[in-house]
């Protein structure tokens, strides 16, 4: 059938012309696009964010490893890649250090200081998501580039504007689209009433 044919290009176009990077929904997706070219990625907390995050980090594979308080508590689900470390053990930052744990800013610098004596070393986080519900009350050091929680909560505002307007635009090129089609059909008098193009 020609008209079904055309009404699957159609579609096709629209999709293609519209609905280009319009996925990133979910605070999982964002994260995603933020660590682009990263060699690692070190989350500290374990908690529902965490669990929340991880099956989108672990579609990266980039090396991934935990950090927690305690890892025996841990109550979420792991992938078996993933390495978990005590909080407190000295270690190399580097990469994107991913803060999902209610930590105050004061001990995730100690810590940072701790695993790392960052201010000195080469080796230091390229980027920090802070992803605390804290991070506007309670903002991290300037040491390193950041990129926050209310940074993505405004990614995703500004998503959902775009994609409200860009509704209006597919549905009226839809409309139009679907007229054209319509005006393309004809009634055949002797039998079956099907559209032909």
Known sequence: LPWLRQAVIDVKNI???H??????QSYGSLIRKEIKNAKKIQII????LVQEILPWLTKT???LSLHVRNP???KITLPESLQVFPLEKPMDWEGIVILAAPLRSTDFSRIMKIKNNFLTSRKSPCKVMDLRGTCETDPLE???TIVDLKML???LQSNEVRMNLLKEDVNHEI???SEKLWMKAKLRPHGWEDICA
Not at 19 to 24: A, F, R, V
């Open 45 to 48: 907390g374990a908690g529902h």
């Open 175 to 177: 409309l139009v689209k």
């Open 153 to 155: 909560t405004n990614h």
């Open 61 to 63: 594979q980039l090396p």
């Open 19 to 24: 609905l280009k990077d319009m996925g990133g």
């Open 142 to 144: 300037k040491s390193w």
């Open 72 to 74: 025996k508590n841990i």
């Open 15 to 17: 999709r293609h012309h």
